[in-house]
């Protein structure tokens, strides 16, 4: 069966730092480019992080600019975010996403993280709170 998974989430308080880890099952990682997006409570799903399927580029939301960084590691099919300097404002339930469409990694590598990528996982939630 192919599918995404998600996990690290939690609960840390402000300042602290996490690792979310996305597996992907049923895929040739290397095919297909990746995101994290996520959702916070009342609000639109937002990308956060994209990554080119030959991992070449990647692009942030200015809002966690120098604090995330996305990985991915293809011979064990996942993908990574990692997170440092937690907000208040980064609690969300955090979603991987993958596309295999050239103009996806077009997009990511100019900046823009496609919200419509093929393929979800089912999130994991972190809260940031003191």
């Known amino acids: 069966q192919s599918q995404l998974v998600e996990s690290g989430g939690g609960l840390v308080q402000p300042g602290e730092s996490l690792r979310l880890s996305c597996v992907v099952s049923?895929?040739?990682?290397?095919?297909?480019?990746m995101g994290w997006f996520r959702q916070a409570p009342g609000k639109e799903r937002e990308g956060v992080a994209c990554i080119t399927s030959s991992g070449g580029s990647t692009n942030y939301a200015d809002s966690v600019k120098g604090r995330f960084t996305i990985s991915r590691d293809n011979a064990k099919n996942m993908v990574y975010l990692q997170m440092n300097n937690l907000k208040p404002e980064d609690t969300g339930v955090y979603y991987c996403a993958m596309d295999s469409r050239v103009a996806v990694q077009d997009m990511c590598v100019e900046g823009q993280i496609y919200s419509g990528m093929e393929f979800w996982g089912k999130g994991t939630l972190v809260t940031v709170s003191s």
């Open positions: 049923g895929f040739t990682l290397n095919y297909y480019n």
